[in-house]
Nanobody, 123 residues
Framework: QVHLVESGGGSEQAGGSLRISCAVSGSSDRTACIGWFRQAPGEEREGLASIYRPGGGTFYADSVKGRFTISQDNAKSTLFLQMNSLRPEDTAMYYC????????????????WGRGTQVTVSS
């Protein structure tokens, strides 16, 4: 059984930073790839960053490259998304999700999802 639980969301002013977390449990094969996604009201879910847990390889969407960083702890059981230089348009519900290899940012490829954590950025 795979479980993902996000935490760490909240409110921040534009230009600030937030770090959100995703606790992962379950089959290591089924969770080899972890991705961060977000969805704003009325918008489609958008892939932001993914990581290959065993090797640490990462991939970013152009929209967040250079501002957001995906990482994991030494135990590879908690994933993080460090968000810097936040903008009001970053306001959304943020989700982590898991899938087996290969990694990527295609929403429909991800099999397991957390419930999300809200990030609100004010101007």
């Amino acid at each position: 059984q795979v479980h993902l639980v996000e935490s760490g969301g909240g409110s921040e002013q534009a230009g600030g930073s937030l770090r959100i977390s995703c606790a992962v449990s379950g089959s290591s094969d089924r969770t080899a790839c972890i991705g961060w996604f977000r969805q704003a009201p009325g918008e489609e879910r958008e892939g932001l960053a993914s990581i290959y847990r065993p090797g640490g390889g990462t991939f970013y969407a152009d929209s967040v490259k250079g501002r957001f960083t995906i990482s994991q702890d030494n135990a590879k059981s908690t994933l993080f998304l460090q968000m810097n230089s936040l903008r009001p348009e970053d306001t959304a519900m943020y989700y982590c999700a898991a899938k087996p290899l290969p990694c990527g940012l295609v929403v429909i490829d991800y099999e397991y999802w957390g419930r999300g954590t809200q990030v609100t950025v004010s101007s």
